[in-house]
């Protein structure tokens, strides 16, 4: 062997003399290994694993199921006046969203993952708004089924969706801004015809609502499912933006 190559390979730690066992060699596979650039499945789409997956799977059908349910409990922080103003119009506004007949997008037909987007906002929404106050905490010890474990769950979320867990939170600050049927936010906590439309529609909703324990059984059982719809509603709101701000 020539004393260029042997220099190389000493200085690579690729190279052992006679009598020397593997472990050299494995030592360096170990090294070189090491400095290989960790999987990637680009900068927006997060690497997750199998069991982070399934749970949040689990953790999304779960709350499909229970939406009709949830959206109440939306109702009772919109109508609590023992609740801050801001927070109840966060409520409000998230009820609009998910009762909005203009909420609709091309795949609704899909009566399982097309209403995730709303499941986590609802609850994005009201964890964000509620704050550290004794009446906001009172109201958070009323509901532990939606409230407890919040945090995790969220961040569970945050960990698969990646990006579009960060456009649902860009939402919430316009959730009071935002206009159903003609009439701003603020109109259905001051106006009590206005309420009880919201309310009635609400009911509309809760009754009509296609999703339960049997439909979902055999619906939705990988994540990508329910992100992949919400990167459609994504676009397409982008695009009904784009047209709106050219007209």
């Given at each position: 062997m020539g004393s260029g190559f042997r220099a190389l390979t000493e200085r690579s730690g690729l190279y052992f003399p006679?009598?020397?066992g593997t472990h050299r060699v494995r030592a360096s596979v170990s090294k070189l290994a090491f400095l290989e650039a960790p999987p990637s499945r680009g900068t927006h789409i997060p690497v997750t694993?199998?069991?982070?997956?399934?749970?949040?799977?689990?953790?999304?059908?779960?709350?499909?199921?229970?939406?009709?349910?949830?959206?109440?409990?939306?109702?009772?922080?919109?109508?609590?006046?023992?609740?801050?103003?801001?927070?109840r119009e966060v409520a409000a506004g998230v009820i609009a969203y998910v009762v909005s007949p203009n909420d609709g997008v091309s795949d609704r037909?899909?009566?399982?993952?097309?209403?995730?987007?709303?499941?986590v906002l609802l609850r994005i929404a009201l964890q964000k708004a509620l704050g550290p106050g004794q009446d906001e905490q009172s109201f958070r010890d009323r509901f532990p089924?939606?409230?407890?474990?919040?945090?995790?769950?969220?961040?569970?979320?945050?960990?698969?969706?990646?990006?579009l867990m960060t456009w649902l939170e860009s939402k919430v600050p316009t959730l009071p801004t935002?206009?159903?049927?003609?009439?701003?936010?603020?109109?259905?906590l001051?106006?009590?015809?206005?309420?009880?439309?919201?309310?009635?529609?609400?009911?509309?909703?809760?009754t009509d609502y296609p999703v339960?324990?049997?439909?979902?059984?055999?619906?939705?059982?990988?994540?990508?499912?329910?992100?992949?719809?919400?990167?459609?509603?994504?676009?397409e709101e982008a695009r009904a933006k784009g047209v709106k701000a050219r007209a």
């Open positions: 006679c009598g020397v694993s199998i069991a982070a997956e399934s749970k949040f799977v689990e953790l999304v059908r779960g709350w499909l199921v229970s939406l009709p349910h949830d959206l109440k409990i939306a109702f009772d922080a919109m109508d609590d006046e023992n609740l801050p103003r801001p927070v037909h899909d009566a399982v993952a097309s209403y995730a987007d709303d499941v089924e939606l409230f407890d474990g919040l945090d995790e769950s969220l961040t569970l979320c945050k960990s698969i969706m990646g990006e935002i206009e159903y049927k003609g009439k701003k936010i603020t109109k259905y001051d106006d009590d015809e206005a309420r009880e439309q919201l309310f009635e529609d609400g009911l509309v909703f809760r339960d324990e049997k439909t979902i059984t055999d619906k939705l059982k990988k994540a990508t499912t329910i992100t992949d719809v919400m990167r459609r509603r994504q676009a």
